[in-house]
């Protein structure tokens, strides 16, 4: 069983909105910080967005501040990410990664586990 599973992609016109969620199934998810990288193809993944394991620190990618929102439940074991004013250059995979030492990074190295990812399409 995968530990974070991704949902919510799909096919969006620019401009449109996306939701996606990531369902984490370790015990310990509210004290990790949990975060959402991106692949577009013959890219190399990138920072999107991160939240604290208390929600209190949130940090996004410039490419989308104002533009998306990333929220958790912790009595879900959920972390979703609201995608708003979707361009086409927001077209990837979008992965949900989870960080045991609760940093608020971007740096995907840091990051100790890894959904399958979940596509996204911005069509112009």
């Known amino acids: 069983q995968a530990l974070l599973a991704e949902s919510g992609g799909g096919l969006v016109q620019a401009g449109g909105s996306l939701r996606l969620s990531c369902l984490a199934s370790?015990?310990?998810?509210?004290?990790?910080?949990m975060g959402w990288f991106r692949q577009a193809p013959g890219k190399e993944r990138e920072f999107v967005a991160a939240?604290?394991?208390?929600?209190?620190?949130?940090r996004y990618a410039d490419s989308v501040k104002g533009r998306f929102l990333i929220a958790r439940d912790n009595a879900k074991n959920t972390v979703a990410l609201q995608m708003n004013s979707l361009k086409p250059e927001d077209t990837a995979v979008y992965y949900c990664?989870?960080?045991?030492?609760?940093?608020?990074?971007?740096?995907?190295?840091?990051?100790?586990?890894w959904g399958q990812g979940t596509q996204v399409t911005v069509s112009s």
């Open positions: 370790f015990r310990t998810f509210s004290t990790h910080t």
């Open positions: 939240i604290s394991s208390s929600g209190e620190s949130i």
């Open positions: 990664a989870a960080e045991r030492l609760n940093r608020v990074a971007p740096n995907s190295s840091w990051y100790d586990y």
